[in-house]
């Protein structure tokens, strides 16, 4: 979890500096610690809450296209399920057929066997 804050401090930082790069905000060291005017904090500021507000919105279209596109994805599968249900019991009946076709085949073969027995008695 410490590494994850980490990271996001990181990424806010980075953005703060390509702000400050971006809007060309001049910069000025006191002793240890970087300096920007009050008044290029509010731009800085500003800038960064109007890419975030862009960001989630682009977010928010994005998972709205995701869902969609789950839900297609649902319905075909169902589409599917369904064709496949179908396909097996038509398996079903043909095999039942075939199997009917043999027996009925096998017992004119045993038929026709015993008769050709007989007629050579």
């Given at each position: 979890?410490s590494?994850l804050?980490?990271?996001?401090?990181?990424?806010?930082?980075?953005?703060?500096?390509?702000?400050?790069?971006?809007?060309?905000?001049?910069?000025?060291?006191?002793?240890?610690?970087?300096?920007?005017?009050?008044?290029?904090?509010e731009k800085?500021?500003?800038?960064?809450k109007?890419?975030?507000?862009k960001?989630?919105?682009?977010?928010?279209?994005?998972?709205?296209?995701?869902?969609h596109?789950?839900?297609?994805?649902?319905?075909?599968?169902?589409?599917?399920?369904?064709?496949?249900?179908e396909?097996?019991?038509?398996?079903?009946?043909?095999?039942?057929?075939?199997?009917?076709e043999?027996?009925r085949?096998?017992?004119?073969?045993?038929?026709?066997?015993?008769?050709?027995?007989?007629?050579?008695?």
């Amino acid at each position: 979890s410490s590494s994850l804050s980490v990271q996001f401090i990181i990424a806010i930082y980075e953005r703060i500096r390509d702000e400050i790069k971006r809007q060309k905000i001049k910069v000025t060291k006191q002793g240890n610690k970087f300096v920007i005017a009050d008044s290029d904090v509010e731009k800085i500021t500003s800038a960064l809450k109007e890419k975030l507000g862009k960001e989630d919105s682009k977010k928010k279209e994005d998972n709205e296209e995701f869902l969609h596109m789950i839900d297609q994805l649902k319905a075909e599968n169902s589409k599917l399920k369904s064709e496949n249900k179908e396909k097996d019991e038509e398996l079903i009946r043909i095999n039942s057929k075939k199997d009917e076709e043999i027996q009925r085949l096998r017992s004119m073969l045993m038929t026709s066997k015993n008769s050709m027995i007989n007629s050579c008695n």
